[in-house]
């Protein structure tokens, strides 16, 4: 089955009908349906209209928690996303078409709409060895340099694609790599965490589609509209780390309070990402309402900053004079001065880059 | 004339997953079966906290998200004697149950259906006659003329479009297809429902494990804790949240999953109730403790082997048994230091990559040579069937009454005879018939729940040895899970406080695999031989016998290293 169907008005210019006359015969279609004038506008339109944007999502080295987030999104669900909003014409976790037929697929998008397709990758590269990850006898590599080629821009969902994620972390045994360092010369935008939060991938697809625009990115190239604020920051338990109010141990009496989640490792200081806003799974919860101290799974490399449980040291911000390790039992002497430095700068970087960031946003229009 | 025909990729999976036929006068007469992707998360795992584990496992897959958390825990608490509190299994359980139920529907509709459903036929349904079919077969509300005139509608814009996204290039109009019209349509109804459905059921992960896909897990129990006098924790609204969620997904998938399962089966019983069946063994781990996990009596689902298809003999199933369970690698892309002919036990096991195939880009593999990056498990030296029909004739064979009721009755149904669940279409009706069974199950462990909480016990932690001080200096551990694609076991050793070696042996690695050393293919090659093809152009058939099985590749894909004394001698990569 072909893909591509001209518009009504593209298939009139074909034949020759001037752009004039075809509003004229808007204007007598509004008259002739009883419209009013603003009718005429929304004649133009419809006929005019565009193809939905034509999408080639890939899987490489992966777990496919990615495709799963999405078809989690509550607004729009993920129906009207597929149906409706977007021309999803190659995702393996979702595609009638297999072997050939799918490859068809994708390679047919290519062909016909050079320039305005997105390319969303789940999964990493391996770098290794190319054998480490095929698919229809290609590398991942091989498809994703060919399929970026005529791309119009990437879409890097999760962490694998943004930054390696679990098969990145040490010693990294395939050299997986995330898409940024193996393409150049196509904007990526980088959807953070394992996976990505359902409305927050909806979000960017909704996006790319209102605003016909790439979202302003930050200085990891995740959209600023989700990743601009510390779970630290927005979390509801925040009073309690401020107060000096600490779990001391899981399912003690702190626990059963909804106390901070701090000493029990939670990587909230240090990790960007709407969890403490939007919520997950339409605002049901997030990872410390439900008592489990963030594993910052929105932060390249958040793997090696482990162990989960052994609490950030000197987290700056307390609303009183002190130290969590002070203010509370004193059980939790820093032990990892190690990470200490590391944790502090990346903040002090972060915080940068959040008040200096070029306007990528402005530089590239998807449309 | 032998005709080879490659698959690659088989979509509506999880992960990579490549198969070649070879088809001769209209039958497949060899099948090969190769997965082409791999990540190496046991190395990684090396030298880590071992309560970090679960996170890290937790990613080998996303589809069956949760699974693997839940075996590792279960492992680690296994290696350092840890019992965790009655709360916490009933959660655990609750959180397995909603995943299973979760992943069945969305495997039935999402993955499986296209093999069965042609759904451009359903643009030529006549609306009326399909809602009266819908009503016919199911109370459920979504079946008036409208609604059906609706969808179609909906779903012919679509199609002139011109842009048939997901759609495009399926085997429509496949002389495979015997669906009428209306049932096509009422099934295109159903997918799109069960979409939009399937984010609903998962907010049980949310609400205990803060998230989903991918959700938290603890070793010694859960992370939430409860107290129903407080807002910040796990108290009568998200019980009461959480007891709505099953109370849908029951009628779901008694309304909707059943019913169109039941009447889908009845239009292909008599060829697919006879092909595809495969291996004559199934093994199963067995799960759902409703009196703790170290009483397997007490699973709601049996543990146990059948070989031959014997159903009057339950073989004894040990894990940790060096005599049951031994992975071979003579044709995965590995090396062992005793030979590639040797078959060692997860815990004496050693991986090294050793990529011989083709460099990409290629047409064929060499089946002569290794072809996966799948390893080959086998039990006592046969090569097992695993997944929800190898747990279903566990059941039923131990007579276990809940099992006999739903086959019996459904056999009965189709009038079908007990024969015709080793096949293609009974590996899709047995998952459908534990779908009712869990989520009766998961009712049970909602009504335990409350009754704990309500006579005052809130614990849902053990943090005896919580702290690595209190370990022994090494430690040996296996957790079983019976995971919804089938049984899944880890393995780990810990030495000083650290993960010496951890290793996974998946579901998907028991049915993928490539050959044995003896030439025994394993489920996925065995099930595809005398197969007919319609039109080698257009395999069909191949998708409907893979899909039977829910493949997962990610899970089956990993590599392992040596153990034990000789830990020190591995190598990094």
Redesign the interface.
Same mark, same amino acid.
């Given at each position: 089955?072909?893909?591509?169907?001209p518009s009504f008005y593209e298939d009139l210019k074909g034949k020759g009908v001037s752009r004039r006359d075809f509003l004229k015969f808007c204007t007598t279609m509004a008259a002739f349906l009883g419209l009013e004038a603003s009718g005429v506008t929304q004649i133009v339109k419809a006929f005019e209209s565009k193809?939905?944007l034509?999408v080639i999502w890939f899987?490489?080295?992966?777990?496919?928690?990615?495709?799963? %987030?999405f078809?989690?999104?509550?607004h729009p669900?993920?129906?009207d996303i597929?149906?409706?909003k977007? %021309? /999803?014409?190659y995702? @393996?976790?979702?595609?009638?078409?297999?072997?050939v037929?799918?490859?068809?697929?994708y390679k047919?998008v290519m062909q016909k709409y050079p320039g305005e397709y997105i390319v969303m990758v789940e999964g990493s590269i391996?770098t290794e060895?190319?054998?480490?990850?095929?698919?229809? #006898?290609?590398?991942a590599l091989?498809i994703l340099e060919e399929a970026v080629k005529n791309c119009k821009a990437v879409v890097a969902w999760g962490n694998c694609a943004s930054a390696g994620?679990?098969?990145a972390? %040490?010693?990294?045994?395939?050299g997986?790599k995330p898409v940024h360092k193996v393409i150049s010369g196509k904007p990526v935008i980088n959807v953070q965490g394992?996976?990505p939060?359902?409305d927050v991938m909806a979000g960017v697809v909704v996006h790319l589609l209102t605003f016909d625009r790439i979202p302003q990115l930050d200085g990891l190239g995740r959209p600023k509209a989700f990743y601009s604020r510390r779970v630290h920051d927005t979390c509801y338990?925040r009073a309690n780390f401020d107060a000096g109010l600490f779990v001391e141990?899981?399912?003690d009496d702190g626990?059963?309070?909804?106390y901070c989640l701090y000493k029990m490792g939670c990587k909230g200081p240090v990790t960007y990402n709407s969890?403490g806003i939007i919520k997950?799974?339409?605002g049901?919860?997030?990872?410390?309402?439900?008592?489990?101290p963030c594993?910052g799974?929105s932060e390249e490399g958040f793997?090696d900053n482990?162990?989960?449980?052994q609490h950030l040291p000197e987290v700056a911000g307390f609303g009183i004079e002190t130290t969590a390790d002070k203010v509370g039992l004193g059980l939790g002497i820093a032990t990892a001065v190690g990470i200490a430095g590391h944790a502090i700068v990346t903040n002090v970087r972060k915080h940068k880059e959040i008040t200096n960031e070029p306007e990528e946003g402005s530089k590239v229009e998807t449309k | 004339m032998a005709e080879r025909i !490659?698959? =690659?990729?088989?979509?509506?999976? @999880?992960?990579?997953l490549?198969v070649e036929i070879e088809v001769t006068n209209g039958k497949i007469t060899d099948a090969f079966s190769a997965g082409?992707?791999?990540?190496?998360?046991e190395?990684?795992l090396k030298g880590? =906290?071992p309560? =970090?584990a679960w996170?890290?496992v937790g990613?080998?897959?996303?589809?069956c998200?949760s699974t693997h958390s839940l075996t590792s825990v279960r492992t680690v608490e296994n290696a350092l004697g840890i019992s965790v509190p009655p709360n916490a299994e009933l959660i655990r359980n609750l959180m397995a149950n909603a995943l299973y139920i979760h992943d069945h529907v969305v495997h039935f509709y999402?993955?499986h259906a296209?093999d069965w459903v042609d759904?451009v036929s359903a643009l030529k349904a006549n609306p009326a006659e399909a809602s009266r079919i819908a009503q016919s077969i199911s109370a459920w509300p979504k079946s008036s003329v409208g609604y059906f005139t609706d969808i179609q509608k &909906?779903f012919k814009n679509?199609v002139?479009?011109?842009?048939?996204?997901?759609?495009?290039?399926?085997?429509?109009g496949h002389k495979a297809y015997k669906l009428p019209p209306e049932v096509n349509l009422i099934a295109v109804a159903h997918y /799109?429902e069960a979409? @939009?459905w399937?984010?609903e059921l998962? &907010?049980v992960?949310? !609400?205990?494990? #803060? &998230?989903?896909?991918?959700p938290?897990y603890?070793v010694?129990?859960?992370?939430? %804790?409860?107290?129903i006098e407080?807002?910040?924790?796990v108290n009568a609204e998200r019980l009461a949240?959480v007891g709505k969620l099953f109370e849908d997904a029951k009628t779901f998938v008694d309304q909707v999953y059943i019913p169109d399962l039941v009447a889908i089966a009845g239009f292909y019983k008599s060829d697919w109730g006879a092909i595809g069946g495969g291996l004559t063994n199934y093994l199963a781990f067995g799960d759902f403790p409703s009196n703790g996990y170290n009483n397997p009596e007490s699973f709601k689902m049996p543990r146990g082997a059948i070989l031959g298809r014997d159903l009057s003999h339950i073989l004894e199933v040990k894990a940790d048994d060096p005599e049951q369970i031994q992975e071979y690698i003579n044709n995965s892309w590995y090396e062992y230091s005793k030979g590639d002919k040797t078959g060692l036990h997860p815990w004496e096991g050693e991986t090294k990559?050793n990529?011989t195939?083709p460099?990409?880009?290629? @047409?064929?593999l060499d089946f002569s040579q290794k072809y996966s990056w799948v390893k080959t498990p086998r039990w006592k030296g046969n090569p097992m069937e695993v997944g929800p029909l190898s747990r279903m004739l566990v059941g039923y064979a131990s007579g276990k009454p809940e099992f006999k009721e739903v086959v019996d009755s459904t056999l009965k149904a189709l009038d079908v005879p007990v024969a015709a669940l080793f096949s293609t279409l009974g590996r899709t009706a047995a998952r459908g018939l534990e779908t009712k069974l869990v989520c009766g199950w998961a009712l049970e462990f909602y009504q335990q729940l409350l009754t704990n909480i309500k006579n005052g016990d809130?614990?849902?932690?053990n943090?005896v040895k919580?702290d690595p001080e209190s370990w022994p200096k090494q430690a040996k551990g296996i957790g079983m899970v019976e995971a919804p694609r089938g049984a899944l076991s880890h393995f780990i050793v810990i030495e000083d406080k650290k993960i010496a070696n951890y290793q996974l042996v998946v579901p998907t690695t028991w049915n993928a695999s490539p050959r044995d050393i003896k030439g025994q293919r394993s489920a996925y090659e065995e099930s595809l031989i005398g197969t007919p093809i319609e039109d080698a152009k257009?395999?069909l058939e191949v998708?409907r016998t893979i899909h039977s099985f829910d493949p997962c590749l990610?899970c089956a894909v990993h590599?392992y290293d040596e153990n034990g004394t000789t830990i020190h001698d591995v190598k990094?990569?």
């Open positions: 089955m072909e893909n591509h169907v193809p939905r034509p899987h490489f080295q992966e777990c496919t928690c990615c495709s799963e %987030s078809i989690r999104a509550s669900i993920v129906a597929v149906l409706n977007i %021309s /999803l014409d995702q @393996e976790t979702l595609m009638a078409a297999s072997g037929q799918a490859e068809e697929a047919a391996p060895n190319e054998a480490y990850c095929c698919i229809g #006898g290609r590398s091989q994620c679990v098969q972390a %040490s010693p990294n045994p395939t997986a394992c996976p939060i359902a338990r141990s899981f399912d626990a059963k309070r909804g969890c997950w799974n339409d049901v919860s997030y990872p410390i309402q439900s008592g489990h594993i799974c793997w482990g162990p989960f449980y | !490659v698959i =690659d990729p088989i979509t509506r999976i @999880e992960g990579h490549r082409t992707m791999v990540r190496g998360i190395t990684i880590r =906290d309560r =970090d996170a890290f990613r080998v897959c996303g589809v998200t999402q993955l296209l759904v &909906k679509f002139d479009s011109g842009q048939l996204g997901i759609f495009a290039n399926g085997y429509w /799109l979409l @939009e399937q984010k998962v &907010k992960h949310t !609400v205990f494990g #803060g &998230k989903n896909p991918h938290n603890l010694g129990g859960v992370p939430c %804790s409860i107290n407080e807002a910040n924790a949240f990559f990529y195939g460099k990409p880009p290629y @047409e064929h809130t614990r849902t932690q943090n919580w257009n395999p998708l990610a590599l990094t990569y």
